[in-house]
């Protein structure tokens, strides 16, 4: 019998009202709606300190990384709904996954949370571009960290008007792009599943 896959759903942004939060919130109802069991998050509830190699030598992983690297390890799949800061990735979401990926034990436990786990990715912006720029980087991150992104992706311009007031998105082609994108992420997820029990 199929799996439920695991989805963990956030986004990069912990903005009130952030375009990429009701992106995710679009992603996560979507999923939700497919089969998925999703979980949904907000980075501000994992804080971080910017990355330092000292600080790690010193303190070693900050416990709301290791948090994090856990939930991710007990799912089969991410999707991230990520804005644009300068053509990138935007700090937090950086700093998330540089902490996130130098945690390799747990205990005594081997531990690599994102490796072969499979993600998606949706990207907005306030502008006509959509965080395209972005999410090209942030799949480019993510596959260094081992990490298995499907094709199918869902870019949201202009996001002070693509979003109705039920939070669904004005443009049916949008829709489509996140069915889709939800879908390869199920099928994706379900295939390769590799989750730990936290
Ligand atoms: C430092 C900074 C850099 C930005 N750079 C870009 C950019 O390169 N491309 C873009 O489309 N929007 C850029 N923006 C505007 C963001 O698209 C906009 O602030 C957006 O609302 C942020 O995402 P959020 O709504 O998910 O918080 C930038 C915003 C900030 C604060």
């Not at 990715?121 to 006509?128: D, Q, T, W």
């Not at 390869?184 to 390769?192: D, Q, V, W, Y």
Request: charged share 25%.
């Amino acid at each position: 019998m199929a799996i439920t896959p695991r989805i963990l759903v956030f986004a990069g942004s912990v903005r009130t009202g952030a375009f990429s939060g009701r992106t995710a919130d679009v992603a996560q109802k979507e999923l939700a709606v497919q089969g998925a069991e999703v979980t949904r998050i907000s980075l501000a509830d994992y804080p971080l300190p910017i990355l330092d190699e000292d600080l790690e030598r010193e303190k070693g992983i900050p416990e709301n990384a290791m948090r994090l690297a856990r939930l991710i390890a007990s799912h089969d799949g991410l999707l991230i709904a990520t804005p644009e800061y300068n053509g990138s990735l935007p700090p937090l979401l950086k700093n998330s996954i540089d902490w996130v990926s130098l945690a390799r034990r747990d205990g005594a436990r081997a531990f690599r949370p994102f490796a072969g786990k499979v993600a998606g990715l949706c990207s907005s912006s306030k502008g006509r571009f959509a965080g395209i720029r972005c999410i090209n980087h942030l799949r480019a991150v993510l596959v260094r960290c081992q990490m298995e992104v499907v094709t199918p992706e869902c870019s949201v311009p202009e996001g002070g008007s693509a979003f109705d007031a039920d939070g669904q998105f004005r443009d049916e082609r949008l829709r489509q792009s996140m069915e889709r994108l939800c879908r390869t992420l199920i099928e994706t997820s379900r295939m390769l599943s590799v989750r730990i029990e936290a």
